[in-house]
């Protein structure tokens, strides 16, 4: 059975900074691409960061977080990680951890075969 479960969400003031983890189980995981994924209150759902499997290219960061957020990986412990510093009200949202076998490594994009269940980012102004 395979299960991503997100942790470290929290409401945060304005200039803070957080980490997100996500504990992965059920998969191969050193092989998978994984991301972290964020909605916001009327928004569609977008890809933050990506990260690919051992050995197959580079984090990608979207624009809007590219300086502030880091995705990181634990091959060892199953995890991945986002930090996030210099946060902004909008970065509020629900925040999703996303593993997928196909990485688009020249843009940085994949498309889940397995999610989270989402976890609540909130920043104050």
């Known amino acids: 059975q395979v299960q991503l479960v997100e942790s470290g969400g929290e409401l945060v003031q304005a200039g803070g900074s957080l980490r997100l983890s996500c504990a992965v189980s059920g998969v191969d995981f050193a092989n998978e691409a994984m991301g972290w994924f964020r909605q916001g209150p009327g928004k569609l759902r977008e890809l933050v960061a990506s990260?690919?499997?051992?050995?197959?290219?580079?984090?990608h960061h979207a624009d809007s977080v590219k300086g502030r957020f880091t995705i990181s990986r634990d091959n060892a412990e199953n995890m991945v990680y986002l930090q996030m510093t210099e946060l902004k009200p909008e970065d509020t949202a629900v925040y999703y951890c996303?593993?997928?076998?196909?990485?688009?490594?020249?843009?940085?994009?994949?498309?889940?075969?397995?999610w989270g269940q989402g976890i609540q980012v909130t920043v104050s102004s």
């Open positions: 990260i690919p499997g051992v050995g197959l290219g580079t984090p």
């Open positions: 996303g593993a997928a076998l196909k990485y688009m490594a020249s843009l940085g994009q994949l498309v889940p075969d397995h």
